[in-house]
T-cell receptor
Framework: KNQVEQSPQSLIILEGKNCTLQCNYTVSPFSNLRWYKQDTGRGPVSLTI?????NTKSNGRYTATLDADTKQSSLHITASQLSDSASYIC????????????FGGGTRLMVKP | SAVISQKPSRDICQRGTSLTIQCQVD?????MFWYRQQPGQSLTLIAT?????????ESGFVIDKFPISRPNLTFSTLTVSNMSPEDSSIYLC???????????FGPGTRLTVT
């Protein structure tokens, strides 16, 4: 069964600090992995999309890594801001079944002043 | 990118009633999707809305409970029928972008069933 697991479930950090969110998946065959940010009351917004051949991708203060061999990804947030408070969702797409998306449970990040 | 709007943004409904949620996209798209996000949970795909044919439902979701319309390439509706408190969720419309792997989400409709 295709699964995506994220850790931690929730995280509180101080403004200006860095943090790293983890994502492990079992989706096979693998097509791509995405990280989304979901603000409270909003739909998810894409941060990064990585395919098998990419092992790192940045979007401003967000840097995602992918190890397709170990089926792990991380999202690193640098110099956190209050506006980074949101849920971060790891989503993996498989090559079969019409590129069905498998969603992780998300990590709730709270950045405190 | 695609800009997606949903109506209503939120509603409080009584059990046994039905609610129709509208999704409008600012460009023509082939694939539209409806997701449910229960409180504290991640997203679950309800169905894929196909233009000109019946929607394709995922396991655990049926047409009688969640009828979907897709009259054209920019619009779709999802109806939550005979609602119960267990249907209280955020319902999100999503479309596949033109670039590889892009997928965009609407702002969601927050439904509370009392």
């Amino acid at each position: 069964k295709n699964q995506v697991e994220q850790s931690p479930q929730s995280l509180i950090i101080l403004e200006g600090k860095n943090c790293t969110l983890q994502c492990n998946y079992t989706v096979s065959p693998f097509s791509n992995l995405r990280w989304y940010k979901q603000d409270t009351g909003r739909g998810p917004v894409s941060l990064t999309i990585m395919t098998f051949s990419e092992n790192t991708k940045s979007n401003g203060r967000y840097t995602a890594t992918l190890d397709a061999d170990t089926k792990q990804s991380s999202l690193h947030i640098t110099a956190s801001q209050l506006s980074d408070s949101a849920s971060y969702i790891c989503v993996v797409s498989g090559e079969s079944a019409g590129n069905m998306l498998t969603f992780g449970g998300g990590t709730r990040l709270m950045v405190k002043p | 990118s695609a800009v997606i709007s949903q109506k209503p943004s939120r509603d409080i409904c009584q059990r046994g009633t039905s609610l129709t949620i509208q999704c409008q996209v600012d460009s023509q798209v082939t694939m539209m999707f409806w997701y449910r996000q229960q409180p504290g949970q991640s997203l679950t795909l309800i169905a894929t809305a196909n233009q000109g044919s019946e929607a394709t439902y995922e396991s655990g979701f049926v047409i009688d409970k969640f009828p979907i319309s897709r009259p054209n390439l920019t619009f779709s509706t999802l109806t939550v029928s005979n609602m119960s408190p267990e249907d209280s969720s955020i319902y999100l419309c999503s479309v596949a972008g033109r670039a590889n792997y892009e997928q965009y989400f609407g702002p969601g409709t927050r439904l509370t069933v009392t």
